[in-house]
């Protein structure tokens, strides 16, 4: 049986990869790095408006649908990249896909804060 300690580096190891590849994404991503700064905008704007901790919910869980979205396009963008060197009508496909899903991402973020600055405005 493996160690405990053995366990734990392999957990930490993990981690480190994971944060490393956050901030890859960050750094070497413009469209992450665009949604990273919308978030932290949207953030700043709720905390103005001084939010419900419900509206909170909504507004977090936003945020973090958009940016795994476009974490996982990213990932897919880049590995169709590395596989296939000259265009390819399914390459196209998978990437459209990819990027759909961060549109309809964005569109249910775009509801939550439509829905919270209504209420505020209305």
Excluded: P
Excluded at 37 to 59: D, H
Excluded at 76 to 91: F, G, Q, S
């Amino acid at each position: 049986m493996e160690s405990l300690i053995k366990i734990l580096n392999r957990t930490v190891a993990k981690f480190e990869s994971a944060f490393e590849g956050i901030y890859a994404g960050i750094r070497y991503d413009r469209s992450i790095l665009i949604q990273v700064l919308i978030a932290f905008m949207s953030i700043g704007v709720f905390l103005f408006l001084k939010i419900s901790r419900v509206e909170w919910l909504f507004v977090i869980s936003a945020i973090f649908v958009v940016l795994i979205t476009e974490f996982l396009n990213s990932a897919v963008e880049d590995i169709c990249d590395l596989l296939i060197k000259n265009y390819d009508l399914h390459v196209k496909e998978i990437k459209d896909i990819a990027a759909g899903a961060v549109l309809i991402a964005a569109m249910y973020a775009v509801v939550v804060a439509v829905v919270i600055l209504s209420g505020r405005i209305l």
